[in-house]
């Protein structure tokens, strides 16, 4: 059986409503899955890159969840990424470890699909900002795999009932297609 781990860089998971519906269902749907919820345990952003790392080579599959925030991921999750694929480890002549492991970003925005298009307010496609991502990934010599993504996220008024109940049936087929794309 493979196992799968899924870094949470949400920087307030409390309180988050989309990604904390989708990593919710997402457990209970993969309950062997590992998740590692950065807020939580490094809310000091002094992350422990040997516990980091060891997790990443016991993992099959890695899995990169957070908000598409200022059209990256948030800082927690960045500095993730700078502290714990470190040369020697993720990448360079001896950085071989995550070679060979799949890496799926799951993510959500805030802004509605269309606005993900030159003629919406954000002027580019969602894969216009992605090819960071897939840089991060050859570089550490993940197979890349096609990323989930969820538009629309945001929930500005907790009080309507409509928009919840949308967030909440599309946080729960996130939650779906992530497990398909992990199995």
Known sequence: MSKTLVIAGHPDYKNSIANRAILDEFHRLVPEAEIVYLDAEYPDFNI?????QKRLVEADT???EFPFWWYSAPSLMR??????LSYGFAYGSTGTALHGKK????FTTGAPEAAYS???????????FIPQFRALSNLCGFEWQEPIISFGMMLLNPDDK?????VFAEAKNHAERLKEAVN
Do not use: K, M, T
Request: proline share 3%.
């Open 48 to 52: 422990d890159v040997e516990r980091e």
């Open 118 to 128: 030159p003629d919406g307010y954000q002027h580019y496609d969602i894969e216009s």
């Open 162 to 166: 409509g928009a919840s109940e949308r």
């Open 79 to 84: 500095r993730y990424f700078e502290l714990v």
């Open 103 to 106: 890496l799926i970003l799951s």
């Open 62 to 64: 890695v899995v990169f």
